[in-house]
């Protein structure tokens, strides 16, 4: 018996031997080995997600599991992104927007925090925190990935990353989920869900989502769509059968008289079971729903960067372009999560795999974020208003300004046909002559187009002094 303790306890404290060498090893590897070590991590996760994307997925813990598994992806990308391009010098950039690679913020999602993270030489240690919690993640989706061979597959989707980008929903999974499960919820009495989020962050796209589902799509056969202006000319017809699914869109006022009017009808015409969704910026719908709001949020940045990299790049592989790559990372930063400009930007400069253009672009973005501060500091905006600068402050095409920044809908008939490809392809634009262009049109639901005016500006007339050959310099 003694001789058994002392094989048990001799062989645990091998074990615990083994541990701290491996320990130790892994604690004085080189910033290269950990890099090449946090590639390999990134591959692992990178096919459990790509394996999961294809599949149907409706059970809430697989999709939170997800997340949380995709949330580490975009961060060990950024981590890695943010040290492969940090050496890389910057060319053409001003000095007073000079950006140290050393010193990168981003939120880490294995905590709800924003941390400033050192990237320079003594970055190793945050390098090895990603790794290992990285690591953690993979061991504790073993479940997920078992479950995943039960799920249906989807149709195939295309092959390369930034086409599945423009004609899928992005980040907005859980969301999606929380919305159908609303819809799906037996109800006796009329049932309210507002969505909040700022202005084109994607409520509109998210709703238009969850009711394509089929599960929705089977239930309510009569889902309509109703602007907030409009609510007090809205009349229902009663019904002693007809369930109904109104989404309510606010723009920026509220009105509340409207909403009670239209709430008295819906409750008068639609049987037990019938929903409403009410999207709008401000907190004030909050208090309409008869259950908790969704608010939506911007992209954290390492989720951004991810998603702004595949719509820029397309097929070309950003380690084969550093300086593209270094440059890339600097206007995902000054974009500040547009989902647009993202989409307009990213089509362009795809088109344009060019040092000087990027950087021409990333000047122009950062030399209207100058001129917004100081017109802030004058003017503060409302909570919650809109700011179309990360939108439109990139509009410096071929030397001609870009304003007016407007949506039109699918089926309004005088959207232009000109694009900014096709502006390339015209030639010399003659100066002082405004027409409009089709800047981008979403391919996903609700599938809205983007439009906007050129103006190619008079160029100055820089005047010359010349000096006073009669001056005389005194010493």
């Not at 946090?38 to 813990?61: D, F, H, N, P």
């Not at 400069?349 to 500091?377: Q, V």
Request: net charge positive; proline share 5%; with cysteine.
């Amino acid at each position: 018996m003694d001789m058994l303790i002392s094989a048990v306890a001799s062989d645990l404290v091998s074990r615990f031997i083994s541990y701290l060498v491996h320990k130790s090893e892994k604690q004085h590897t080189t910033t290269e080995q950990d890099l090449e070590r946090l590639k390999s991590v990134l591959l692992r996760i990178y096919t459990i997600v790509e394996e999961a994307e294809a599949r149907q997925i409706r059970t809430r813990g697989m999709i939170l599991q997800l997340k949380d598994l995709m949330e580490g992806m975009f961060l060990g990308y950024y981590v890695l992104d943010s040290f492969q391009f940090q050496s890389v010098e910057e060319e053409g950039v001003d000095e007073d927007h000079q950006v140290s690679r050393k010193r990168l913020r981003f939120s880490t999602c294995t905590r709800r925090s924003t941390s400033l993270l050192s990237l320079g030489t003594e970055s190793t240690p945050v390098l090895k925190n990603v790794i290992e919690s990285l690591e953690t993640k993979i061991c504790d989706v073993r479940e997920l990935v078992m479950l995943l061979t039960s799920c249906p597959r989807l149709p195939q989707q295309p092959y390369a990353t930034y086409l599945f980008m423009e004609k899928s929903m992005f980040g907005r999974h859980v969301e999606k989920e929380q919305v159908i499960d609303f819809i799906l919820h037996d109800d006796q009495n009329l049932a309210v869900l507002p969505i909040i989020g700022p202005h084109r962050i994607g409520k509109r796209t998210l709703v238009h989502h969850a009711c394509q589902d089929e599960r929705v799509r089977g239930r309510f056969l009569n889902i309509v769509f109703f602007h907030g202006d409009d609510l007090g000319n809205i009349s229902l017809m009663p019904s002693s059968s007809r369930k109904y699914l109104c989404i309510v869109e606010f723009s920026w006022e509220v009105d509340m008289e409207a909403w009670k009017i239209f709430r008295s009808s819906m409750k008068k015409a639609a049987i037990s079971g019938s929903k409403v969704i009410i999207i709008g910026r401000t907190d004030e719908i909050a208090k309409w729903g008869t259950t908790p709001a969704i608010r939506l949020n911007r992209l954290s940045p390492e989720m951004y960067w991810y998603y702004f990299k595949a719509l820029s790049f397309g097929s070309m592989n950003p380690d084969d372009h550093p300086k593209l790559a270094s440059l890339g990372m600097q206007l995902a930063t000054e974009l500040q999560g547009s989902f647009l400009g993202a989409n307009i930007l990213g089509h362009i400069l795809r088109g344009n795999p060019s040092a000087e253009i990027w950087s021409r672009f990333l000047m122009s973005l950062r030399r209207m974020s100058r001129k917004r501060l100081s017109i802030f500091e004058e003017h503060p905006p409302e909570k919650n208003h809109p700011s179309h600068t990360a939108e439109v402050a990139f509009m410096n095409y071929r030397g001609c300004m870009l304003y007016d920044l407007r949506e039109a809908g699918h089926f309004q008939s005088d959207i232009p046909r000109l694009t900014p490809a096709g502006v390339e392809l015209e030639g010399k634009i003659p100066c002082d002559l405004g027409f409009d262009v089709l800047v981008w049109r979403s391919q996903i639901p609700p599938f809205c187009n983007y439009t906007a005016t050129f103006l190619q500006p008079k160029p100055r007339r820089i005047v010359r002094r010349k000096k006073n050959p009669l001056a005389v310099s005194i010493t």
